[in-house]
């Protein structure tokens, strides 16, 4: 079975117009390493500016936030908003799109930090 997105759908990815499951639209919009540290992060603390996230995702690289922050926004994910200041100001928040991805992600972030707790416990008590 093949799935494809609607027509007038202005997020679809050029040369990326069919699925063969619906699992696969999904990764392609949260795959990859930070885009869903993003996402979890964006719908943990709410709304925030690049250097916050950057200095919260460490070790990511501006280079590679700013990249998947263009991806984000570009699905409709997040939302991008450019406050006239000096300096400009910059804030990311979730889409009612992204917020949608709650049932999704919720349950992976909190595994996510289980695990790692898990880790840091059997890391000092010596358990592998």
């Given at each position: 079975?093949?799935?494809e997105?609607n027509?007038?759908n202005?997020?679809a990815k050029?040369?990326?117009?069919?699925y063969h499951?619906p699992?696969?639209?999904t990764?392609?919009?949260?795959?990859?390493?930070?885009?869903?540290?993003?996402?979890?992060?964006?719908?943990?603390?709410?709304?925030?500016?690049?250097g916050?996230?950057?200095?919260t995702?460490?070790?990511?690289t501006q280079?590679?936030?700013?990249?998947?922050?263009?991806?984000?926004?570009?699905?409709?994910?997040?939302?991008r908003?450019?406050?006239?200041?000096?300096?400009p100001?910059?804030?990311?928040?979730l889409?009612?799109?992204?917020?949608?991805?709650?049932?999704?992600?919720?349950?992976?972030?909190e595994?996510?930090?289980?695990?790692?707790n898990?880790i840091?416990?059997?890391?000092?008590?010596?358990?592998?």
């Open positions: 079975m093949t799935y997105p027509e007038g202005a997020n050029p040369g990326n117009t069919k499951n699992t696969e639209a990764l392609e919009r949260i795959g990859g390493k930070w885009k869903t540290a993003i996402l979890c992060l964006l719908a943990e603390q709410g709304s925030m500016r690049n916050e996230m950057l200095r995702l460490s070790p990511v280079k590679m936030l700013t990249q998947q922050l263009k991806e984000l926004e570009a699905d409709g994910l997040i939302l908003t450019v406050f006239s200041e000096v300096p100001k910059v804030v990311y928040e889409t009612d799109s992204g917020r949608s991805l709650g049932m999704v992600l919720d349950p992976l972030c595994w996510g930090k289980r695990f790692v898990t840091k416990r059997d890391t000092r008590t010596g358990i592998k």
